[in-house]
């Protein structure tokens, strides 16, 4: 079996870490505009809808 360069190697690690960290990000955005909807839908108060 043959080993793909070392520089090719950290690239592909460099970029499932940073997409990883992007998706976390986008994640964390999405739910904080989403909370004052979910929590007028089920009837509940900001402080306790942010355990989602």
Do not use: R
């Amino acid at each position: 079996m043959t080993e793909k360069p070392l520089l090719q190697n950290k690239y592909l690690l460099f970029t499932v870490g940073a997409i990883g960290t992007f998706m976390a990000t986008l994640d964390g955005s999405i739910l904080n505009v989403a909370l004052p909807t979910i929590s007028n839908d089920f009837a509940v108060s900001i402080d306790k809808i942010v355990w989602i």
